[in-house]
């Protein structure tokens, strides 16, 4: 059984840092994307960073310069390095691997209902003013 948990989540202010990290568990099969996937309760939530078995990572537009995605040599742990830190970065953050030959922001926007999608429970970043 794929089992992915977050860590590192917290309450910073607006240009501070944080560092999620996520342990997956398991193997998945052909695991071919992973990343991080962030919503606000109530919004339909987005693809932030994706990085492929080589290494190649897409950002989307609101986190890019700010954000970096990395994973280890054995693809068991994931990151996410967060810098400059603003107030429209408060979300609950996932960690998503999918069994995908296809990686970019919306393979992580995929159902996590679909049997080829895992994704972790979460961890919450707030950032105030």
């Known amino acids: 059984q794929v089992q992915l948990q977050e860590a590192g989540g917290g309450s910073v202010q607006a240009g501070e840092s944080l560092r999620l990290s996520c342990t997956v568990s398991?193997?998945?099969?052909?695991?071919?994307?992973a990343g991080w996937f962030r919503q606000v309760t109530g919004n339909k939530g987005e693809g932030i960073a994706a990085?492929?078995?080589?290494?190649?990572?897409t950002y989307s537009a609101s986190v890019k310069g700010r954000f970096t995605v990395s994973q280890d040599n054995a693809k068991t742990s994931l990151y996410l390095q967060m810098d400059a830190l603003k107030p429209a970065d408060s979300a609950m953050y996932y960690c998503?691997?999918?069994?995908?030959?296809?990686?970019?922001?919306?393979?992580?926007?995929?159902?996590?209902?679909?049997?080829?999608?895992?994704r972790g429970p979460g961890t919450q970043v707030t950032v105030s003013t």
């Open positions: 998503v691997a999918v069994a995908s030959m296809v990686c970019g922001l919306g393979t992580l926007e995929l159902d996590p209902e679909l049997d080829f999608v895992h």
């Open positions: 398991g193997s998945i099969p052909s695991r071919q994307c």
């Open positions: 990085i492929e078995l080589d290494g190649s990572t």
